[in-house]
Every structure is written in C-alpha cells, then in structure tokens.
C-alpha cells in the first residue's frame, strides 16, 4: 500500500499572490479544478464577491 506524506494533507497558506499566479496560469476554471489551491481559488472569489456587492449596496445608499 502507498503510504501517503504528510506534507500532501496539508493545504498551503492563504497568500494572495500564489492564488494570482496560479490563476493567471490555469485561468479561473484551471485554477478552481487545482487539488492543492483550489479551495483558495474558492474562497477568494466569495470573498472578491462579497466586496463587490458590499460597495454596491454602498453606493446604492449614498445615492438614496
């Protein structure tokens, strides 16, 4: 049986800038199918969402 290292169960850190590398390089659907960065690639774009709408509804208020 094939023993499995332990540095493959362990996801790397949440650093901006790996997740733009690696998006560049695969494009968004690539990057997202990424066994080792793609739950980073996920939670970025919620979070790059979130801030869009949040400056939306902003905006939206401000003009009211």
Same mark, same amino acid.
């Given at each position: 049986?094939?023993?499995?290292?332990? /540095? /493959?169960? #362990?996801?790397?850190? @949440?650093?901006?800038? =790996?997740? *733009?590398?690696?998006?560049? =390089?695969?494009? +968004?659907? !690539?990057? &997202?199918? /990424?066994?080792? &960065? !793609?739950?980073? #690639?996920? *939670? @970025? #774009?919620? +979070?790059?969402? %979130?801030?869009? #709408?949040? %400056?939306?509804?902003? !905006?939206?208020?401000?003009?009211?």
């Amino acid at each position: 049986m094939q023993q499995r290292n332990t /540095d /493959d169960l #362990v996801p790397p850190s @949440f650093n901006i800038g =790996e997740i *733009l590398k690696t998006i560049r =390089e695969k494009g +968004l659907r !690539g990057a &997202m199918d /990424d066994p080792r &960065m !793609g739950p980073h #690639v996920h *939670l @970025f #774009v919620i +979070l790059c969402i %979130i801030f869009l #709408v949040t %400056i939306i509804i902003m !905006g939206a208020s401000l003009l009211s």
